[in-house]
């Protein structure tokens, strides 16, 4: 509504800021000024000028002139036979009294035809701007008749309007005053209208003569001065009587009032017609325009402009030259204009440029970025393409644009689903663009690739339109796939992992129980792989494994999964019903499988391995019960059964379980110091003395009671608990024999040790160590070593024994001949003793096989020069036997069972210590 009126209310507030300023003034005078140019008009030949020009006044010589001048001037134009003379001179003031004489003669002359400036006057002397006339000097006023000879001056310094005359109080007295244009013109009007002087009459074409010639009595001058009313005045310049008139022209007042009376005669005295004709000429203007505004082209409109304006200034002329009428078309021609404008305006569309402004930098935006910028119309049709989605499908933008969206899609279907939906109800804002969708896109030259996309929408001015943002993912895609596949697979042999194992475990698992299967997993453990990569080096360490994945892969094929668990563990899933046998036999073929050696580039490796065997149900509920239980069996099977396989059951869990709880309660029987030490006598066979102790361990459990060494000390030496406990073992037996050593008791005391001695510390600096705190001995020192301790690491052993020795400390071989290569052992270490074990003691005296090994056993050791012991002798004729085969210590029940350290001081220590007090005494 508002917006269908706009124009005309710009109009009417142009109007009315342009009426109310006055400054439409401008305007006005112009029009009527031009109009004044189009007509030309010939004077009337009735009003003549004598001109006081240049050349009268130098013919002369004095200025002013003296009245005598104007008296023969008067006198010559009486000779003429003009009809009525006016003086455009002033004649105020006396002059001399020969002049004033000869000039009230001539006027006495004249009889009445002449007429003398009257002139209003601002009163300079009076404090107020009282206007005063100025008159001719009485004597002459009464001898012709005065006229204002006033020329008012427009505002804009021009001269347009001449009054008729003018009411003026002289003596009290109201009276009318003509204007000499008036008077000239023979008016008889009483009114002071003014009227526009109409300056279409051409001046120069008002017979003029000079002064000179007239007072010469020049002849054609006096000719042309016939029946005329002749007006006298100057127009010389010098004497400075001039005005400004439109048109730039400038005129001599004397001229001006002939213009004014020939505007009389000719019946131009121009008027201005009233505000009404402007007010309705604006109206109807208006009304033409809110009539046509809707229905017209910017043009049409233009053009109807125009032919308004024209046909405004048309009629005002017809006015001014036909009717005298001076229309102000002024204002009506600010309307036009100002409709003009507005149509102008109209047709600058700002909202347009505004947009136009806002799409390029929105194009300077999409060309920029990497991403692709695609735009389309509502038909979903590319009308924006940018360098980015160029160089993601490889059109160029005048291949594609105008082409369906469905164009970049690899199966070139719709695309409602990608758009986000059309709300007819929402307003013209932007839609809520749609969330970021992957669809696979087709470049040009055909390759399907990923394609992320957000799409929104907004309301433009051709309709609803959406843009796209595209971006190539395929890197992004082929990236998360490789990071899947590193996350789910074992670089080194590219099988699966442990972690992807499970999963599918699982799901393997769901499926067996749907169809009541079983799930076989089998761990396979490559034996002595450390060795091959501490020996071989750990390239060709890794060429193993990928042999043997590779080996294992190709035997299980699709059948079940093949994954690599750690270093040099493989696992393989099965479900039972794809094997085709027996678990037992499976896991037999797969070790079998390892009976060839592996293709490990230029060389052949034999490898020997482990199973370790769990079957779903029973052997794992899940797929961490099954990984753990087959773990548990490999465990068995690489301790009992190395280069075979263990089917695991609830015994080897249980056992394992057992042994967890055990080493529990033995690091709280370490804090609660649960353990004992308990020593048994070693004797001389031929005098039963006492030579020596050998400390055994014992823990006094709370609820068991005494627990033999049997129970506990595997499960200790295999824990982390056997540090602590072989610790305090040594330096508890150290400081008993200590005590007894200072009790006067030289007992070598036997300490049995551990094989986490030898691996880690420096037993021999602890032993060294020991000795020093408690001061004992180092030849009461026995150290007993098993076949287990000699089995590890032989240098690092021996090099401890060689220390051991030669702190003064004697090392026994414990349980000789119980292992595989006893013999070989004493060759290869330094040892200073042997002790024969319990098991060819116990039945020497029935058994010859046995007799016959200790008895070599005993001279064996004497040739080399070590001493020997007997374990387990439980009765004197044992003892008798094993002196007779030339044993000579022994040690057993049948001397004393193993007893805490107070009994034995008391069975064992008192009476010798006695004596050797005694001794020591005496
Ligand atoms: P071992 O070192 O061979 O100790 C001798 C074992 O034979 C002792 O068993 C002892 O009681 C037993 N014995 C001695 N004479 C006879 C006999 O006449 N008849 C029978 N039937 N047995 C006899 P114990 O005390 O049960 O110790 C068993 C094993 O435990 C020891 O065998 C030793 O290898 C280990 N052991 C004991 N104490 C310790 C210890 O403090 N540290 C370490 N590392 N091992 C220990
Ligand atoms: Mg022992
Ligand atoms: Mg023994």
């Not at 401008?26 to 009527?32: D, I, T, W």
Request: aromatic share 8%; proline share 4%; charged share 20%.
């Amino acid at each position: 509504m508002f917006r269908r009126f706009m124009p005309h209310i710009l109009v009417v507030v142009a109007l009315l800021t342009v009426g109310l300023s006055g400054s439409y003034e401008l305007l006005s005078h112009a029009l009527v000024d031009l109009r004044f140019r189009l007509d030309d008009r010939p004077a009337s030949g009735e009003i003549a000028v004598v001109a006081i020009d240049p050349r009268s006044i130098e013919a002369i010589g004095v200025w002013p002139w003296p009245r005598t001048q104007h008296a023969r001037l008067l006198e010559q134009l009486q000779r003429a036979g003009v009809r009525d003379v006016a003086f455009d001179v002033d004649f105020s003031t006396p002059s001399d009294a020969a002049g004033d004489q000869a000039f009230l003669n001539a006027l006495q002359n004249a009889k009445g035809s002449v007429v003398l400036p009257a002139f209003k006057q601002l009163d300079a002397a009076g404090k107020d701007t009282s206007i005063h006339v100025n008159r001719p000097l009485p004597q002459f006023e009464q001898l012709a008749w005065s006229a204002f000879v006033n020329i008012e001056v427009a505002r804009d310094g021009r001269v347009r309007s001449y009054a008729l005359g003018e009411f003026c109080e002289t003596g009290g007295r109201r009276t009318f005053l003509q204007t000499m244009g008036a008077f000239l013109a023979g008016s008889d009007a009483v009114k002071d209208n003014a009227f526009l002087v109409d300056y279409g009459i051409d001046p120069s074409s008002l017979p003029k003569v000079s002064y000179v010639d007239v007072l010469r009595g020049d002849e054609t001058a006096l000719a042309r001065l016939k029946d005329k009313r002749v007006i006298v005045g100057a127009t010389a310049i010098e004497l400075g009587d001039y005005y400004s008139v439109p048109n730039g022209r400038v005129l001599p007042g004397v001229v001006l009032q002939a213009l004014a009376a020939e505007s009389i005669i000719q019946h131009r005295t121009l008027l201005a017609t009233s505000t009404a004709a402007t007010v309705a000429g604006l109206l109807l203007i208006v009304m033409i325009m809110l009539a046509s505004w809707r229905h017209l082209s910017a043009a049409r409109r233009a053009l109807l402009i125009a032919m308004i304006s024209i046909v405004i200034e048309a009629v005002a002329l017809v006015l001014h030259d036909r009717y005298a009428l001076v229309f102000d078309t002024s204002l009506l021609q600010i309307a036009l204009i100002a409709y003009l404008a507005a149509t102008a305006l109209d047709e600058i569309d700002f909202r347009g440029l505004l947009r136009h402004v806002a799409e390029s930098r929105f194009e300077r935006i999409a060309m920029s970025i990497g991403d692709g910028l695609v735009c389309t119309d509502q038909d979903k049709r590319i009308t924006v393409w940018n360098p980015g989605a160029v160089a993601i499908f490889g059109y160029g933008a005048d291949e594609i644009i105008g082409q369906p969206f469905a164009r970049l899609r690899a199966d070139g279907s719709d695309t409602h689903d990608l758009f986000p939906r059309q709300e007819a109800a929402l307003p013209a804002t932007l839609l809520p663009g749609g969330a970021t969708v992957e669809f696979d896109g087709r470049r040009k030259d055909g390759e399907v690739f990923p394609v992320e996309a957000s799409f929104s929408a907004w309301q433009g001015a051709d309709g609803l339109q959406y843009g796209v943002i595209l971006r190539d993912i395929s890197v992004r895609k082929r990236e998360a796939e490789r990071i899947r596949y590193l996350a789910e697979h074992d670089t080194l042999t590219a099988l699966i992992n442990r972690n992807t194992l499970q999963t599918d475990l699982a799901a393997m698992i769901e499926t067996a129980d749907a169809a009541s299967d079983q799930v076989v997993l089998l761990v396979i453990g490559l034996d002595a792989f450390q060795e091959i990569n501490d020996m071989l080096g750990h390239a060709f360490g890794d060429s193993v494994l990928r042999a043997a994945a590779q080996r294992l892969r190709a035997e299980i094929g699709s059948m079940g999964r093949v994954a690599r668990l750690s270093g040099d563990e493989f696992a393989v899933a099965i479900p039972c019903s794809a094997i085709g046998g027996t678990v037992a036999e499976l896991a037999g073929h797969l070790s079998q499988l390892f009976e060839s050696p592996l293709e490990t580039g230029a060389r052949q490796q034999r490898v020997k391995v482990s199973l370790g065997v769990a079957v779903h149900p029973d052997g794992g509920h899940n797929a961490d019960e099954l990984l753990s239980n087959a773990h548990l069996a490999l465990c068995r099977a690489k301790t009992d059964r190395r280069g075979s396989h263990v089917i695991f059951e609830s015994a080897i869990r249980h056992e394992l379980e057992q042994r967890l709880t055990l080493e529990a309660e033995l690091a709280l029987a370490v804090e609660r110091e649960e353990f004992e030490l308990f020593y048994q006598p070693q004797v001389e066979l031929l005098h039963g003395h006492v030579i020596g102790a050998e400390a055994l361990i014992r823990w006094r459990h709370p609820t068991r009671g005494l627990v033999p060494p049997g129970d506990f000390i595997p499960v200790v030496n295999t824990s982390p608990l056997s540090e602590a406990v072989a610790t305090w073992v040594m330096a508890t037996a150290c400081r008993q024999a200590r005590d007894w050593q200072l009790a006067g008791h030289d007992i070598r005391v036997g300490v049995n040790l551990s094989p986490s001695q030898f691996q880690s510390g420096d037993l021999a600096a602890f032993v060294s160590k020991l000795l020093t705190v408690t001061g004992l001995s180092p030849g009461l020192l026995e150290l007993e070593v098993t076949e287990d301790i000699l089995l590890h690491d032989e240098p690092g052993v021996l090099q401890t024994f060689n220390r051991l020795q030669a702190l003064g400390v004697s090392l026994v071989f414990d349980d000789f001949g119980t292992g595989y290569a006893s013999l070989s052992y004493l060759k290869k270490f330094p040892l200073d003793g042997l002790k024969i074990d319990r098991s060819f003691v116990r039945d020497v005296l029935t058994q010859a096989d046995d007799a016959a090994i200790v008895g070599s056993t005993v001279s064996l050791s004497k040739q080399l020069g070590l001493s020997v012991i007997a374990e387990g002798i439980e009765n004197q004729a044992t003892a008798d036997f094993l002196l007779r085969l030339g044993c000579e210590h022994g040690q057993g029940y049948h001397f004393g069972r193993p007893m805490p350290a107070a009994d034995f001081a008391r069975q064992f220590l008192a009476m010798d210590a006695t004596d050797q007090r005694q001794a020591g005494a005496a």
